[in-house]
């Protein structure tokens, strides 16, 4: 077992109200001593559940939310991507992703042995021995493999009960030694499966707005992937805490793919809906560049993932953006899409600039595209 920190291992004696309530009460503390005592365990919050933890560390708590979940039954929309009927299929799509700014697709391509596999790939990683893990644990994103627990944990109002590795798998691919060696194969074959996956979407999608059905393509948005394999540990008090907090993705289109134990919600009309995991099913959801890029026809819409007294979850999430490298490619509102009626939105930006931008803010709560507002 790893011995922890003693401003972490130590239980406090505040008085915490839930998240459900409406205040909190947490004392003045020395929060980045903690961050960094934390930090430099270099073994996440999953230590800390390995751990035995009744009691989260106050880093990790948060603000009560104050929109409510749901309590009515939501029919979350399923799309068949093998359906003959396209025009149906991208109808649906076109409806999803104005409204929702989320769907599931099945009959996708992607075999669900290798979708098992890949999250068991996942589970492998985070259940490696606390010494070959740390040989990852970097908060340097020019790294090949980053391993960590929030990368905006120094930035953000509080930590999340998360923890996180992720590599940019296209355009320019790791060599295969360089990735963990118990995940390295599958997480080469499901990346390169997805990215098979992402030209089906961009074409579909670019139907769904009346254009060359390869104009998305063409700009390219499905050029660029990066792969994160998340692991949500379980939570002594998931009440207080949250396993990512609401945020918009920062790329032009995710693909999921979640275990069994749900968490996942998503915000619509004032309330959190739930995303319930579907066997052989993959969430696929609309990012800023894609919204800002259809001058808002498309929604990139509000979500997070709760924590939860069940653990671990994992879940891997395929990003379809460049990474960190610089690009000279500028993006704007497709001409296509702005009138005189319906001018231009936002300004143009590089993928770049706009992703630098995302890291540094972090998952403070605040919609990210108001940086790129006219």
Known sequence: MIPLPKSLSTPHTVVIKTMATTSSIVPCYDRPTELKAFDQTKSGVKALADAGIREIPRIFVHQPDPLP???????????DLGSTDRASTVQK??????????????????????????????????????????????????????????????????????????????PSPPRPEDLPEVCRDIQIEYSNQVLKLGGVLFRLISEALKLNRNHLGDLDCDKGLVFAGHCYPACPQPDLTMGATKHTDDGFLTVLLQAEIGGLQILHDQQWVDVPPIPGALVVNIGDLLQMITNDKLRSVEHRVVANEKGPRVSV???????????????GPIKELVSDENPARYRETTVHEYIQYSSTKGLDGLPRLLHLKL
């Open 69 to 79: 979940k749901t309590s009515t039954p939501f029919e979350f929309p399923i799309i």
């Open 93 to 170: 799509i076109l409806e999803a992703s104005e409204t929702l700014g989320f769907f599931q697709v099945v009959n996708h391509g992607i075999p669900v042995p290798v979708m098992n596999e890949m999250l068991q790939g996942v589970r492998r990683f985070y259940d490696q021995d606390p010494e070959v893990k740390r040989r990852f644990y970097t908060r340097d994103p020019s790294r090949t493999v980053v391993y960590n627990s929030n990368f905006d944990l120094y930035s953000s109002p509080a930590a999340n009960w998360r923890d996180t590795f992720y590599t940019s798998m296209d």
């Open 317 to 331: 999430a395929c990003f379809f953006r460049t990474s960190r490298a610089p690009s000279t490619k500028v993006y």
